[in-house]
C-alpha cells in the first residue's frame, strides 16, 4: 500500500481542532490552538463520487489497519502551498504559514507533488513491466513517479528504464496487477527549518524533483490514525457500466482521521 493515505483526492478536506484546552492562569477555555502544530485535530476527507474501484482500494487500506491502534500519514489536500522554485534542498512557496519543523507532534512530514502523470483502464503486466497499448507516451518522461495498480498498490518507476510509448516499467518490488492504473508523481520529505520572511522551506534532503512550467504544490501531511472502525461510505444509487474494473455502484461519504503526537 501507499506510504501515505491513497491519493484518491478528496472533493473537500479539513483539519480542525476537536479539544478545549486552559491556556492560562485564568483558566479561561479557549480551542486548543496552542501551537499552530497541536495534534488535538481532525482530519475530514468527503467523497461525493467514487468509482468501485476507488472504493476498493480504500476498503484494501483500511482492512490492513486496526481503527485507534495503526498510524499511519495524512495528505491534507485542503492545505496546499504552490510551489514558486526549487534550489537544492530549498523550496520557495507562496505561504509557509501553519508549517512547521517540530518533528514532535508528527506535522513536520510533507509532500511535494506534481501534476504530471497519466491513468488508464485496462494494461496487461508482466513481471514489473505494465503494458497499455492504447498510449502513446513520450520515451522517458516518468522518471521519479509512482503506479498505483488496480487494487491500490503503489511502485516506484524503475531507476533506469522507466516508460517507453506504451509501457511503464517499476521496480523490482513485486508484479502489478493488470487493468486500471494511475501513474503520478510525488516527493515524500520533513521540514528541516522555516524561512517565513522569504516563505522558504529548507528539507532534510534535496527532492527529486525539478520546478518547471508544471504546477507543483507542497502539501501538509499528518500522522494520524482512522478515527473509528467503519468507513462511512455508502453507494449513491447509481451504477457504472464502464466494462472494467470500475464496473458497479458509485459510493459516496466521509472518511474522519485524528491527528496524533506526543501532546508536547
Known amino acids: 500500500m501507499p506510504s501515505f ?4 483526492h478528496p472533493d473537500v478536506c479539513e483539519r480542525k481542532p476537536t479539544r478545549t484546552t486552559m491556556r492560562n492562569a485564568m483558566g479561561d477555555h479557549v480551542m486548543a490552538t496552542r501551537k499552530l502544530q497541536d495534534v488535538y485535530h481532525e482530519i475530514t476527507y468527503v467523497y461525493d463520487k467514487l468509482s468501485t474501484r476507488q472504493y476498493r482500494i480504500l476498503e484494501n487500506f483500511f482492512r490492513t489497519v486496526n481503527g485507534g491502534v495503526t498510524s499511519f500519514y495524512v495528505v491534507d489536500w485542503g492545505d496546499p ?7 537544492g534542498d530549498r523550496v520557495v512557496v507562496n505561504n509557509v504559514n501553519g508549517l512547521t519543523e517540530d518533528s514532535g507532534d508528527g506535522g513536520n512530514r510533507i509532500i511535494l507533488w506534481s501534476n504530471t502523470g497519466d491513468y488508464g483502464n485496462d494494461s496487461t503486466t508482466s513481471g514489473n513491466v505494465l503494458t497499455d497499448t492504447s498510449k502513446s507516451w513520450t ?18 518507476a524503475s531507476s533506469t528504464s522507466y ?12 508484479t502489478p496487477m493488470p487493468g486500471a492504473y494511475d501513474i503520478y508523481q510525488y516527493v515524500n520529505r520533513t521540514v ?11 528539507l532534510n534532503a ?7 512550467a508544471y504546477k507543483k504544490f507542497l502539501l501538509p501531511v499528518y500522522k494520524c490514525i ?12 447509481e451504477f457504472n457500466l464502464e466494462t472494467n474494473d470500475n464496473y458497479g455502484p458509485f459510493w459516496a461519504g466521509e472518511i474522519k482521521f485524528t491527528q496524533i503526537g506526543t501532546g508536547t
Open 139 to 156: 520515451a522517458s518522461t516518468y522518471g521519479n513517479h509512482q503506479l498505483m495498480d488496480s487494487v491500490g498498490t503503489e511502485f516506484n
Open 226 to 237: 482512522f478515527a473509528a472502525d467503519t468507513m462511512t461510505l455508502e453507494q449513491t444509487g
Open 163 to 174: 516508460n517507453t510509448a506504451n509501457t511503464f516499467t517499476v521496480t523490482l518490488t513485486g
Open 81 to 87: 502551498r504552490v510551489i514558486k522554485s526549487i534550489t
Open 206 to 212: 534535496s527532492p527529486v524533483i525539478s520546478h518547471s
Open 5 to 8: 493515505f491513497p491519493f484518491i
Open 192 to 202: 528541516a527549518s522555516l524561512d517565513t520572511l522569504n516563505r522558504q522551506v529548507r
